[in-house]
């Protein structure tokens, strides 16, 4: 009996908890930085930061999109990232210069998103909340979708992990033991396109890249394995999401910003420490 | 039965035609050597016999359930992926380190176990790669260039275990080469490429005689042979010279 009044007070203070705003913000920014860490090793292993870039900026046409079609703007987004990174990946395939048709790719779907949001009538979109994130704003259902997205990124990279780790090694090693490196490539769009939908409420359009790019690269230094520097990058992302919605509150900064700019500071605080060999 | 066999094989890149024509075989225990120009589609054979790239025309068969030990010529780490050697051993099948050890100590690397992949010297990053390759228990060893950075005496004891790996375990091996006349002497057959195979035979094995020795140094073992190239046609847009008195110009390649 009493056992059940303090599980019943428990999951009440629980529910209260998530009625604070702040902590929600907190959740929200720990599950975007569980499933950054890892997907920001491979975009920094694979050199994808312009491929994360082309699909973080398509999702601002989503969001356009979702807003004009009335349809829930997680879901939007996750499908026009998934569209942008399936093109993209199709058209590496293909050989052709990546870096000039990815940056034609990325501006051109941020572009068409914003004049596309301008073309809503009767719908007052506040943009920023989009290009820089609106992480005091989480909601319950959001923070639902954040860690529903997170954990299946992080579900997907862990039953893939080995085979992704070797096709991103070498890939006629991978076709040598056996991996379909097509697939594992595939794997790591579709993980793309999910982080960029959890975490454009968090920090935006714009700075998603940050979150997938500078956890991963601060935490290079320090770490011998792949497995060891992946587990850092959640840390560092995770210190940084607390941190820099600390800071959101005490100084008044946006938040999106200002969790970006406390993982940079982490970064460079990283390369004062010696590498470890 | 053929561990390998390539029919009739064409390999378009983009609008080029890379390969044309490829008849290949390898059996099982064989060594066959591949020489090549640079750009004479010596890494899209391999690409396409591992099922890379599949061709354009014609069929690539690989024997059923063929393990294929391979060595590649180099990896995508550049400092940005921290890796141990015991890691990297361990991909993408997890082996005992009691496995572990044994293979680094086979090829001659024991105890590097904890060493970053990228901190290891051309010789002993190649001898990694054959361990992990070894792991697999082959029946048949793929190596892209394995000797690319290696001086003559480290070329020299490389093939030396090459061909002890092949005497104990008897798998096959498949070796692209840069080198158009400098061979390892334990070839079987060594296949020269141009976008086509241009011509194929066994390496005739260097003597003892000064002016070879004068050529390979001393105390090479006779790990080298020659292949002299016995073509019996032109090329229009042949980037390589066949005259068996070049035989020494090789490395330049």
């Known amino acids: 009996m009493t056992i059940a009044i303090m599980i019943t007070a428990k999951i009440t203070r629980g529910r209260a908890m998530l009625d604070d705003f702040l902590t929600r913000a907190a959740l929200a920014g720990l599950g975007v930085a569980l499933a950054a860490g890892p997907l920001g090793c491979f975009v920094v292993w694979r050199r994808m930061a312009y491929f994360g870039e082309a699909t973080s900026h398509a999702a601002i046409l989503g969001v356009a999109l979702a807003l004009a079609f009335s349809v829930n703007i997680f879901v939007g987004t996750l499908v026009v990232a998934l569209l942008m990174a399936l093109t993209v990946s199709a058209l590496a395939g293909r050989g052709l210069a990546m870096d000039t048709t990815l940056g034609v790719l990325a501006h051109a779907a941020l572009a068409f998103g914003l004049v596309g949001v301008s073309f809503l009538q009767g719908v007052r979109v506040d943009l920023t909340a989009y290009l820089f994130g609106d992480i005091l704003a989480v909601s319950r259902s959001d923070l639902g979708f954040i860690w529903g997205g997170a954990l299946?990124?992080?579900?997907?990279?862990?039953?893939?992990?080995?085979?992704?780790?070797?096709?991103?090694?070498?890939?006629?090693?991978?076709?040598?033991?056996?991996?379909?490196?097509?697939?594992?490539?595939?794997?790591?769009?579709?993980?793309?396109?999910?982080?960029?939908?959890?975490?454009?409420?968090?920090?935006?359009?714009l700075l998603i890249v940050a979150m997938l790019i500078i956890p991963a690269a601060a935490a290079r230094g320090p770490s011998r394995t792949p497995e060891g520097m992946a587990v850092l990058a959640v840390v560092v992302g995770a210190v940084s999401a607390l941190g820099g919605l600390w800071a959101s509150l005490s100084y008044d900064t946006p938040a999106g910003p200002s969790i970006v700019a406390v993982s940079a500071l982490i970064f460079a605080g990283m390369l004062v420490l010696p590498r470890r060999s | 039965m053929s561990l390998i066999t390539a029919e009739n094989m064409s390999v378009r890149f983009g609008g080029d035609t890379v390969l044309r024509d490829v008849d290949f075989t390898i059996e099982p225990g064989e060594i066959v050597?591949?020489?090549?120009?640079?750009?004479?589609?010596?890494?899209?054979?391999?690409?396409?016999?591992?099922?890379?790239?599949?061709?354009?025309?014609?069929?690539?068969?690989?024997?059923?359930?063929?393990?294929?030990?391979?060595?590649?010529?180099?990896?995508?780490?550049?400092?940005?992926?921290?890796?141990?050697?015991?890691?990297?051993?361990?991909?993408?099948?997890?082996?005992?380190?009691?496995?572990?050890?044994?293979?680094?100590?086979?090829?001659?690397?024991?105890?590097?176990?904890?060493?970053?992949?990228?901190?290891?010297?051309?010789?002993?990053?190649?001898?990694?790669?054959?361990?992990?390759?070894?792991?697999?228990?082959?029946?048949?060893?793929?190596?892209?260039?394995?000797?690319?950075?290696?001086?003559?005496?480290?070329?020299?004891?490389?093939?030396?275990?090459i061909e002890e790996v092949r005497q104990e375990t008897g798998c096959a091996i498949l070796m692209v080469s840069h080198d158009l006349h400098v061979v390892m002497s334990a070839s079987d057959r060594v296949i020269c490429l141009n976008g086509h195979v241009c011509c194929q035979g066994t390496p005739t094995v260097v003597s003892n005689a000064p002016e070879y020795r004068a050529l390979f140094g001393l105390g090479t073992g006779g790990a080298f042979a020659l292949y002299q190239h016995a073509h019996d046609h032109a090329h229009d847009n042949c980037d390589h010279d066949h005259g068996e008195d070049h035989a020494g110009q090789g490395h330049a390649g």
């Open chain 1, 152 to 205: 299946a990124v992080l579900a997907l990279l862990a039953w893939r992990w080995s085979a992704l780790l070797t096709s991103t090694l070498n890939e006629e090693l991978a076709h040598a033991s056996g991996i379909d490196t097509g697939r594992e490539r595939m794997v790591l769009t579709l993980a793309l396109a999910l982080v960029v939908a959890v975490a454009i409420k968090v920090v935006g359009a």
């Open chain 2, 33 to 161: 050597t591949v020489v090549g120009p640079n750009g004479s589609g010596k890494s899209t054979l391999l690409r396409a016999l591992l099922g890379v790239r599949p061709p354009s025309a014609g069929h690539v068969r690989r024997l059923p359930g063929l393990t294929i030990g391979y060595m590649p010529q180099r990896l995508t780490l550049d400092g940005r992926m921290p890796l141990t050697v015991r890691r990297f051993l361990s991909l993408p099948v997890r082996r005992a380190p009691r496995d572990v050890a044994g293979a680094l100590e086979r090829v001659g690397v024991p105890g590097v176990e904890e060493q970053q992949m990228d901190a290891l010297s051309g010789g002993q990053f190649q001898r990694v790669l054959l361990a992990r390759a070894l792991l697999a228990h082959p029946q048949i060893l793929i190596m892209d260039e394995p000797t690319q950075g290696l001086d003559q005496p480290g070329t020299a004891a490389f093939y030396r275990l």
